[in-house]
């Protein structure tokens, strides 16, 4: 019962819940940043190019023969990649960037010094008094 208690107070730990969302809105995001390459950025692209279609790019290792599918080096597909690594690498690094200039701001806010103790206050006036009387 030792261990299931002590998995329990570690899954419920706030920095894991919020590795785990962080995780599952990083995928959702990749498969936006995916399809805005496949869907939106690459055909205007291959169309500026003449009407190339990147993801049919590929190179025929071996020609299909009696029922064996043909062996291709889809590189077309990797450039698609590429390009959605840097997509998703890019806004990390912008919303990396937002953060530090957050706590950058947060640092740079004086603080405002405490006010006096009621024993400053008192021993503050009695000097006054004794420097009146000198």
């Known amino acids: 019962m030792g261990m299931l208690q002590e998995f329990k107070e570690f899954a419920v730990r706030g920095n ?3 590795m785990a969302v ?23 692209i291959g169309l500026l190019l003449g009407g190339i279609d990147f993801a049919k790019f590929g190179l025929v290792l071996k020609k299909a023969a009696d029922g064996t599918p043909e062996v291709i080096l889809a590189y077309g597909k990797f450039i698609q990649t590429v390009v959605d690594f840097s997509i998703i690498a890019f806004a ?19 603080e405002e010094p405490p006010a006096p103790s009621k024993e400053e206050e008192l021993l503050s006036e009695i000097r006054d008094i004794l420097k009146e009387r000198a």
């Open 92 to 110: 990390i690094f912008m919303v990396v960037k937002a953060i530090n200039a957050a706590k950058k701001k947060e640092e740079k806010k004086p």
């Open 16 to 18: 894991v819940v919020d």
């Open 22 to 44: 962080g995780i599952v809105i990083g995928a959702a995001f990749g498969k936006i940043v995916s399809s805005f390459v496949a869907d939106v950025l690459m055909p205007p």
